[in-house]
């Protein structure tokens, strides 16, 4: 498999633009997690699903933050209007359940947002 | 609300030595425990994760310990190489929930 797979790598948009990261979870995971990731406050859990179902969306900052989740295989998280405080990175993570509570997470390579 | 701490924040040891990484969360009502890596610029790679039924776990050089009545997790690496400098995250899931609650990490620097 290859892993849980975000794009774009890097994005540079200025204030007030609409910002969408997308992420593929590793087949047949049925969580998927959203992260954010700054010096200051470290890892922050946004928002997760399971089986394409938002679950806990406290994380989200804003109402400008939304995340969807059409299939099992694709997630979006939008950001609309960025902000420069949003510069961070984003990072995808998916699980799978199954018959244990093991539930490990594994991690995409992450988005670097820089909103300017 | 749980609490994740990683003392200390930064550590440089010589190559070749043996080193032991801490971990300690305030509510002990956990499932397990996992230990991250992240490289600079990367994403999180996932190293062990430890059951609240088990004491220990180990993989290759690295073993770790899990004491839920006291809080306290640690991450032993054996034989350090250049290699193993990365930070380091432990994180655990909020009971009844699949959320981590993550420490702020160790950075670790092998010296060759």
């Known amino acids: 498999d290859a892993g849980v797979i975000q794009s774009p790598r890097h994005e540079v948009t200025e204030m007030g633009q609409e910002v969408t990261l997308r992420c593929k979870p590793i087949?047949?995971?049925?969580?998927l997690f959203w992260y954010r990731q700054t010096m200051m406050r470290g890892l922050e859990l946004l928002i997760y699903?399971?089986?394409?179902?938002?679950?806990?969306d406290s994380g989200m900052p804003e109402d400008r933050f939304s995340a969807k989740m059409p299939n099992a295989s694709f997630s979006t998280l939008k950001i609309q209007p960025s902000e420069p405080r949003d510069s961070a990175v984003y990072f995808c993570?998916?699980?799978?359940?199954?018959?244990?509570?093991?539930?490990?997470?594994?991690f995409g390579p992450g988005t670097r947002l820089t909103v300017t | 609300k749980q609490e994740v701490t990683q003392i200390p924040a930064a550590l440089s040891v010589p190559e070749g030595e043996n080193l032991v990484l801490n971990c300690s969360f305030t509510?002990?009502?956990?499932?397990?425990l996992q230990w991250f890596r992240q490289d600079p610029g990367k994403g999180l790679t996932s190293l062990l994760l430890?059951?609240?039924?088990?004491r220990e776990q180990t993989s290759g050089r690295l073993n770790a310990s899990l004491d839920k009545s006291s809080g306290r997790s640690t991450l032993y690496i054996a034989a350090s190489q250049p290699g193993d400098s990365a930070t380091y995250l432990c994180?655990?899931?909020?009971?009844?929930?699949?959320?981590?609650?993550f420490g702020t990490g160790t950075r670790l620097t092998i010296i060759p």
């Open positions: 993570a998916s699980s799978l359940r199954g018959t244990s509570r093991t539930l490990e997470q594994y």
């Open positions: 087949s047949g995971h049925d969580y």
């Open positions: 699903f399971n089986n394409n179902v938002p679950i806990d």
């Open positions: 509510d002990s009502a956990i499932y397990n």
């Open positions: 430890i059951q609240s039924s088990q």
């Open positions: 994180a655990v899931p909020d009971f009844g929930n699949e959320k981590l609650t």
